[in-house]
């Protein structure tokens, strides 16, 4: 193995390019945290936006009813409404199980 031969032009180019590089690199550092610390400035000295939802917050629960929302008795009512409507679905069902099924027609 032998010594490369580097001649004194491209040291200089070389020694050039990098010093080149590391300047724009600490330059560009200082710009980004210049103007990222005059954002933040900005951010902190505006107002905060007014809280605009349409849904409540965790924290804020609705006051009680001063009246339940149903009596005992329309509870009561409603209870017997649903079991006699499931009584006639499933009185239905079974006398459909009796009769011939539909086959399914294909697509």
Known sequence: MGVAYVSNERKITAFAAAAL???SLSLG????STAGSSLMD???EAPAPPKASVYLPVEDLPPKREKPAMTPDERLKLQKELIAA???QASGGKARKGAARAQPMKP
Not at 29 to 32: K, L, P, S, V, Y
């Open 42 to 44: 900005a951010r902190a």
């Open 86 to 88: 499931r009584d006639r």
């Open 21 to 23: 590089l590391l300047s």
């Open 29 to 32: 550092g200082c710009a980004t």
